[in-house]
Nanobody, 127 residues
Framework: QVQLVESGGGLVQAGGTLRLSCAAS????????MGWFRQAPGKEREFVAA????????AYAEDVKGRFTISRDNAKNTVYLQMNSLKPEDTADYYC????????????????????WGQGTQVTVSS
């Protein structure tokens, strides 16, 4: 069982930066693949970024590549999402998610691949 708590959201102007954190409690955080998803009002939840339990493999949605960076600190049981050059279309609730890692799978990019979810943190980017 893993409990996830996101933080770091807020209101920022276009072009600004935010760093989201997701603190995990429970056992064996280092064995979990982690992902960030977002959901804008009236839209479905969508993939943003993912990182495997090894930390060596990452994946990004096309519209955040080059602007967002996912990382993890297993010693702190925390995964981060550094968001630079923010745009109004990045406005959404951001969720972190976890699934058990294994030796073979690529970073998960689909909602259905993840078992554990946080409550979300709101990001608003003004123009």
């Amino acid at each position: 069982q893993v409990q996830l708590v996101e933080s770091g959201g807020g209101l920022v102007q276009a072009g600004g930066t935010l760093r989201l954190s997701c603190a995990a409690s429970g056992r064996l955080f280092s064995n979990y693949d982690m992902g960030w998803f977002r959901q804008a009002p009236g839209k479905e939840r969508e993939f943003v970024a993912a990182i495997r339990w090894t930390g060596g493999d990452t994946a990004y949605a096309e519209d955040v590549k080059g602007r967002f960076t996912i990382s993890r600190d297993n010693a702190k049981n925390t995964v981060y999402l550094q968001m630079n050059s923010l745009k109004p279309e990045d406005t959404a609730d951001y969720y972190c998610a976890a699934r058990s890692g294994d030796l073979w799978r690529a970073p998960g990019t689909n909602v259905w691949e993840y078992v554990y979810w946080g409550q979300g943190t709101q990001v608003t980017v003004s123009s």
